[in-house]
């Protein structure tokens, strides 16, 4: 399963990062994260659909009591420019007022999104709130956000694989994918 390249919605996309950089990418921030945090209980809110694998790998990479909880906010549709236009479309359930809330984010692009989630985050009055992403095209974000833990500093290109989508297809790639131009 893990080629070279693969094909999207008849568009070809390359290698980009392999399993195996990403795995020990996320054991290392993992590591991080279960010292930074040893002896609270953190809570993993994970941004849907995205995030799904990404924390699916990260809070097994976290050697502490820690929970999870999702939220989804909308803003791409099925395009691969971002629209800026950011809502929620589920929000999350746990009770995180007084909690060490980590927000995990596939990509951070414009920065709307998160800067949106930090917004509704901090209504909710959690004790902290930190951010992992896998993903942060740095050059495309227009606001000032607080990144803690990043996987991967990334240029402006479109990505998929790995939870990210091309028109909900590509999710299931176990690495990330580059739209070969
Ligand atoms: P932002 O609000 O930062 O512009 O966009 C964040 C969201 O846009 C991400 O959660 C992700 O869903 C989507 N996104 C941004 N860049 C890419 C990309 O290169 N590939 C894919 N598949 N989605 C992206």
Known sequence: ???????????????????????????ELGAQI??????KKPILIGVLNGAFMFLADLIRAIDLDSEIDFI?????????????????????????????????????????????????????????VEVAVLLHKYEATQVDLDLKYVAFP??????????LDYGQLARNLSQIYVLDE
């Open 1 to 27: 399963m893990n080629k070279e390249t693969v094909m999207c919605r008849g568009q070809r996309f390359r290698l980009y990062l392999s399993e195996e950089q990403i795995q020990q990418r996320i054991q």
């Open 34 to 39: 279960t010292n930074d945090y040893e002896g």
């Open 72 to 128: 989804k906010l909308s803003s791409y549709g099925d395009a691969k420019v971002s629209s800026g236009r950011v809502h929620e479309l589920k929000s999350i359930d746990a009770q995180i007022e007084g909690r060490h809330v980590i927000v995990v984010e596939d990509i951070v692009d414009t920065g709307l999104s998160m800067e949106f989630m930090m917004q509704r985050m901090n209504e909710y009055k959690p004790a902290s």
């Open 154 to 163: 990334v240029p402006n290109l479109f990505v998929i694989g790995y939870g």
